[in-house]
């Protein structure tokens, strides 16, 4: 395989309104090769593609493409050079067809001439076939998971056979078996000769997949385009926050056998399809429920709130049977918290001030007579949360959207801690967050639970969960399959859930 | 909702304080109350020398009276603006307490007291419905109050007749034409009371921040323990209760209780209604308010119409401008609120 170089930017620089967001970044990409840009949030990766594929304009620096010196004045033209992107966002028209989406930048050839939706969807049925998608392309995008949303958005990028694709962490959201299927894609389209840059905040599947890699660290290089080869997973750490990953290591925690449980579902069925739900989280106790995007985990805890009704079963409380009907009820009645996975739709009211989203759950207790309540009341009660976080904020006055994504995800735990809850249910706490503060809540969530705190932990990233779960609860199809204790060991638990899993599938 | 900036704090340096003096400064001058403030003062050096008299006491007397009617109804708008709904109904609910309270007086004889307290009651309730309908079916209050202003005045033309109710007690227009000082009327102090009550509510209260939290990102409120529906319908009753208000202050200063009093279906109110919160910085998708930006629009609003009426120009003319500025001024947000984001400082 020749590799030669396909697409090379030296010295970018890009500032924004108070950040110098890239300071010098260089990267070369070469075909027949997959090419991972790693780096923790804020530390540029999202800005320099948004520079390649023309979104951005660098202040300084330069784009070559194949040997040619390029200056793309919109996301139309790279497209036009032939350089692709998935972007991390849905760029999908939801009641248009996967036929239309895909071919979306195409569809226009001339004013009134009608769109030949034949071979419109003929084209677009061989992109999926590509993908191992098994779909319809006249589907409109909004009847599809968000799953297969992504891989529409990877077909389309493929559609415009691109030289250059850039892929915007594309496994956010997808199945382990949909992950495989797209890489052993991806590798075919290197093999074929294409140059392919690779965004993932997932260390294991960039090794798996990539042969060279570029690290960014607060804007500049911390390693430029070398191979992947002799790098392990510490040394890529070591790169991307400048020393050694603290150990953090999973350590037994023994929770008296005695102890009653804070909250057990008995029996529980709810109106969105759980049938059957028995758990119990003790006082001081993690425990982890695992199952792949859809098992119905979210579900489960928006139930326990209120959202939707229980159809059968009860919900006990420290023993008492309890009825939530609302978050609200949840929160002030029973103590229980939610920190939820969709930090920008649910957890955060973006255009508020920090002091403003980390007190939402504080003034109605801290409320005197007729609702009075004053900044400073709620400054002196959240203040010592966002300092044991660490947040990082020019002040409390800041507005939330302009925090970075760890921030941000600090301060919907930091809310909940306010508020002094004895259960916490927790959704996804690292997704999108760097490996710093992923740390750091996880030291956070043993440290609560270690002060008694009984922990529903939800989440999808296996390591994660059998970091911290004393017992690992799976969940399939709205259904619980098993339960695992936790001895720590990666290899031994991931099997032990895998085929909880797939004993479901198979039965 | 603005909240101080905080000292420098701890030596862990968590909370980093940089003094951006400079930047404050320029934050003030760049805020809506300060250019409403300039434009206040510049229209009315203008009108003092185009015109004759803008500064009499006379003009000075009725101006101040048909703000304080102008302010309340742009509070009343507001107060709904900023869960990202509104209430097209301001003027029906207005009208149709206005009718209630003198009937409530003519007809049925109460006392006056109790007659204008069980009219912001009414006008509570119809905010109540407005409110429990959107909520209940998921509508846009744009389409609920759509329809209930239709409902509200066709109900109210048919009980009334649509006749008016004129013998008042005295008190009524006595409270009009009340001159405090000589030039100010005490209409505008009843607008500052309803102006210092939702400051105090908003600013020093759980449920004026949980209304500002529900506005801003109705799902993340509830997710955080907020009874998101039950916050809104607050909302549309304060709305009705203020619309109530207004409307009871144009029956002070008209002496009468008038079904046409806020033209046909109340539409008259609903361009001063919107101009008074967006000339003040409310933003129209809910999350934020400015009461005091709202006073000031209302009264720059007012302070036009009448120096435009002194120049003799034409009550068509007049609606033609209002509209503009309307443009105008969220266009001008929207150009403030850019250049604000540039520079990291909204």
Same mark, same amino acid.
């Given at each position: 395989m020749a590799s030669e170089i396909a697409f090379q930017a030296t010295g970018i620089e890009k500032s924004f309104p108070g950040v110098k967001a890239l300071k010098g970044v260089s990267l070369t990409l070469k075909t027949h090769s997959i090419h991972a840009l790693l780096g923790e949030n804020g530390a540029g990766k999202s800005t320099l593609i948004k520079i390649i594929t023309g979104v951005h304009h660098p202040d300084a620096g330069r784009l070559i493409l194949e040997g040619q010196e390029v200056h793309f004045a919109s996301p139309r033209e790279a497209i036009a050079h032939r350089v692709g992107v998935v972007h991390q966002e849905r760029n999908l028209i939801p009641r248009f067809s996967v036929a239309e989406n895909i071919h979306l930048e195409q569809l226009g050839a001339s004013l009134l001439k009608p769109v030949d939706y034949a071979n419109l969807n003929k084209q677009a049925a061989r992109w999926l076939e590509a993908l191992g998608l098994d779909i319809d392309p006249r589907t409109p995008v909004s009847r599809l998971s968000v799953a297969k949303m992504q891989l529409v958005e990877i077909a389309k990028a493929l559609s415009l056979r691109s030289r250059v694709l850039l892929l915007d962490e594309p496994t956010a959201s997808l199945t382990p078996s949909e992950t495989d299927l797209l890489f052993s894609f991806l590798r075919k389209l290197r093999d074929s000769g294409a140059s392919l840059l690779f965004v993932s905040h997932k260390l294991e599947e960039a090794q798996e997949l990539c042969d060279s890699v570029t690290v960014l660290r607060d804007g500049s290089n911390a390693c430029e385009s070398r191979p992947m080869e002799g790098l392990g997973r510490q040394d890529i750490v070591r790169l991307m926050i400048g020393r050694a990953e603290g150990d953090g290591g999973w350590r037994k925690r023994d929770t008296p056998p005695g102890v009653p449980p804070a909250i057990e579902l008995k029996n529980v069925e709810?109106?969105? &399809?759980? #049938?059957? !739900?028995?758990?119990?989280?003790?006082?001081?106790? @993690? !425990? %982890? +429920?695992?199952? +792949?995007? %859809?098992?119905? =985990?979210?579900?489960? #805890?928006k139930c326990i709130l209120g959202q939707f009704p229980l159809t059968a079963g009860t919900v006990e409380i420290d023993g008492k049977p309890a009825k939530i009907r609302s978050v609200g009820e949840a929160l002030h009645i029973h103590r229980v918290g939610y920190v939820s996975e969709d930090r920008k739709g649910e957890g955060l009211v973006l255009m508020h001030s920090v002091l403003g989203n980390a007190g939402i759950t504080v003034w109605r207790p801290l409320s005197a007579l007729l609702g009075f309540l004053t900044d400073r009341l709620v400054r002196h009660k959240v203040t010592p949360y966002i300092e044991k976080l660490e947040v990082k904020t020019p002040s409390l006055a800041q507005t939330v959207a302009n925090l970075s994504g760890g921030n941000q995800q600090k301060i919907s735990v930091a809310k909940w801690l306010a508020a002094g809850v004895k259960i916490l249910l927790v959704d996804e706490p690292s997704v999108g967050i760097d490996i710093k503060t992923k740390a750091y809540l996880h030291d956070l969530l043993r440290e609560l639970a270690d002060n &008694?705190?009984? @922990?529903?932990?939800?989440?999808?990233?296996?390591?994660?969960? $059998?970091? +911290?779960?004393d017992r690992i609860l799976v969940m399939n199809d709205y259904r619980l399959q098993g339960q695992l204790i936790n001895d720590g060991s990666y290899a031994g638990m991931s099997e032990g859930i895998m085929n909880l899993i797939h004993r479901s599938e198979a039965a | 909702m603005s909240y101080p900036d905080l000292p420098a704090k701890g030596p862990s340096g968590d909370i980093v304080g940089k003094p951006r =003096? /400079?930047?404050?400064?320029?934050?003030?001058? +760049?805020? /809506?109350? *300060? &250019?409403?403030? #300039?434009? $206040?003062?510049?229209?009315?050096?203008? *009108?003092?020398?185009?015109?004759?008299? *803008?500064?009499?006491? *006379? /003009?000075?007397?009725?101006? &101040? =009276? $048909? #703000?304080?009617?102008?302010?309340? @109804?742009?509070?009343?708008?507001? !107060?709904? !603006?900023?869960t990202g709904g509104l209430n097209l109904a301001v003027g029906a609910i207005g009208v149709c307490a206005a009718m209630t309270c003198g009937y409530l007086i003519e007809v049925v004889g109460l006392p006056w007291p109790i007659a204008i307290l069980s009219a912001v009651a009414l006008g509570a309730m119809l905010g109540f419905i407005n409110g429990w309908t959107s909520v209940r079916t998921g509508l846009h209050s744009f389409i609920i109050t759509l329809a209930t202003m239709s409902i509200f005045f066709g109900v109210m033309i048919f009980l009334t007749r649509a006749e008016s109710y004129r013998a008042l007690p005295p008190v009524f227009a006595a409270f009009g034409r009340m001159k405090l000082l000589g030039i100010f009327s005490p209409l505008l102090l009843v607008s500052l009371m309803a102006a210092l009550f939702l400051g105090y509510l908003y600013n020093l209260t759980a449920v004026g921040r949980e209304m500002l939290a529900a506005g801003a990102k109705p799902e993340a409120a509830e997710m955080s323990g907020i009874n998101v529906g039950r916050i809104f319908i607050y909302c549309h009753m304060l709305s009705g209760a203020l619309a109530a208000c207004a409307a009871l202050m144009l029956v002070a200063r008209n002496g009468a209780a008038i079904p046409s009093m806020a033209g046909q279906l109340g539409q008259d109110w609903l361009l001063i209604a919107f101009l008074g919160p967006v000339l003040g910085g409310t933003l129209l998708t809910g999350g934020k308010a400015s009461v005091l930006g709202t006073c000031l629009g209302a009264f720059l609003v007012t302070m036009l119409t009448s120096g435009l009426l002194l120049l003799q120009l034409g009550d068509f003319w007049i609606q033609s401008f209002l509209g503009l500025l309307l443009l105008a001024a969220v266009l001008m947000d929207k150009t403030r609120r850019t250049f604000l984001a540039r520079r990291n400082m909204a």
């Open positions: 709810t109106s969105l &399809g759980h #049938a059957n !739900v028995n758990l119990h989280v003790r006082k001081g106790e @993690i !425990v %982890g +429920l695992y199952g +792949l995007v %859809g098992a119905g =985990r979210t579900e489960l #805890a &008694g705190t009984a @922990i529903l932990l939800i989440t999808s990233d296996m390591p994660e969960m $059998i970091l +911290l779960a | =003096r /400079n930047t404050a400064a320029t934050r003030f001058y +760049l805020t /809506n109350e *300060f &250019g409403l403030i #300039a434009l $206040i003062v510049l229209f009315a050096l203008a *009108f003092q020398f185009a015109t004759d008299g *803008f500064f009499s006491p *006379f /003009n000075l007397f009725s101006l &101040g =009276r $048909i #703000a304080a009617v102008n302010i309340m @109804i742009g509070l009343a708008m507001m !107060v709904v !603006v900023i």
